[in-house]
């Protein structure tokens, strides 16, 4: 990965970090700021971002590190002048667990899930 994408990952992931610590209203409040002037994001592109992201940050990599993961790759792709669908929901099924996780084309990117697996309490997309 060159050096600039890899400081442009780091940065996101930092920025992602410092948001995951506000709560949910806060969050989705920054993010309807921070989307305006986006073009929709390709789900190549923001597999790329979630891949880079999680190649920086061993929080973001794991499996407890949904949020600042998805936020993280949200905000590497605002840099690049697109956005994914930021969502937040949980299991359908027992044991019921919450989740975040960004969807590009309709797909949920980078989940290995069916893409109904999850239930979608809210979402912040593009204005429509």
């Known amino acids: ?3 600039r994408h890899r400081a442009l990952a780091r940065l996101a992931v930092r920025c ?3 948001l995951a610590r506000m709560p949910p209203r806060r969050i989705r409040t920054v993010l309807d700021v921070v989307r305006r002037g ?3 994001a390709r789900y190549a592109e923001t597999l790329a971002a ?6 920086v940050s061993r929080a973001c990599a794991g499996p407890e590190g949904c949020l600042p993961r998805s936020l993280a790759t949200a905000l590497l792709c605002r840099v690049q ?9 949980a299991r359908r099924l027992p044991p019921f667990a ?7 084309e309709d797909l949920p990117v980078g989940e ?3 893409p109904d697996y ?3 309490f809210f979402t912040v997309g593009l204005e429509k």
């Open 112 to 114: 290995h899930h069916p």
């Open 81 to 89: 002048g697109r956005w994914p669908v930021w969502c937040v929901g």
């Open 38 to 40: 986006a073009r929709p």
């Open 98 to 104: 919450a989740h975040a996780w960004v969807e590009a």
């Open 16 to 18: 992602a970090l410092l």
């Open 1 to 3: 990965m060159p050096w």
């Open 118 to 120: 999850f239930r979608t």
């Open 50 to 55: 979630r891949n880079a992201v999680n190649a």
